[in-house]
Nanobody, 128 residues
Framework: DVQLQASGGGLMQAGGSLRLSCAISGFTFDDYAIAWLRQAPGKEREGISCIDSFANSHYYGDSVKGRFTIFSDIAKDTVDLLMNGLQPEDTAIYFC?????????????????????WGQGTQVTVSS
């Protein structure tokens, strides 16, 4: 079974850092692109970062570019998102997702997008 397990969220003051982790099982890094998306209250889900190990490519949304870094930890079977310079507007539930699709598709995925696997969300709250 394909499974993703997100963890690492919490409460942080503005300017701080957090590291989110998405533990994967049931597939390998070369099988699927893996992305982080987030959803703030009252807003649409936003794709913020994606890694495609097979294509050796990384993608970042404009809102996080230069502050967040995505990387895969082969030893731990996780895809981590290191978030620096957190701001209150980064407050959201963060999800990881995977699929045998291009990162551009995965970053725009919704619950109705077929053949996408989702982890449960982890809450990130940034206070000013």
């Amino acid at each position: 079974d394909v499974q993703l397990q997100a963890s690492g969220g919490g409460l942080m003051q503005a300017g701080g850092s957090l590291r989110l982790s998405c533990a994967i099982s049931g597939f390998t890094f070369d099988d699927y692109a893996i992305a982080w998306l987030r959803q703030a209250p009252g807003k649409e889900r936003e794709g913020i970062s994606c890694i495609d190990s097979f294509a050796n490519s990384h993608y970042y949304g404009d809102s996080v570019k230069g502050r967040f870094t995505i990387f895969s930890d082969i030893a731990k079977d996780t895809v981590d998102l290191l978030m620096n310079g957190l701001q209150p507007e980064d407050t959201a539930i963060y999800f990881c997702a995977a699929g045998s699709v291009p990162c551009t598709t995965l970053l725009a995925a919704t619950d109705q997008t077929p053949n996408i696997y989702w982890g449960q969300g982890t809450q990130v709250t940034v206070s000013s």
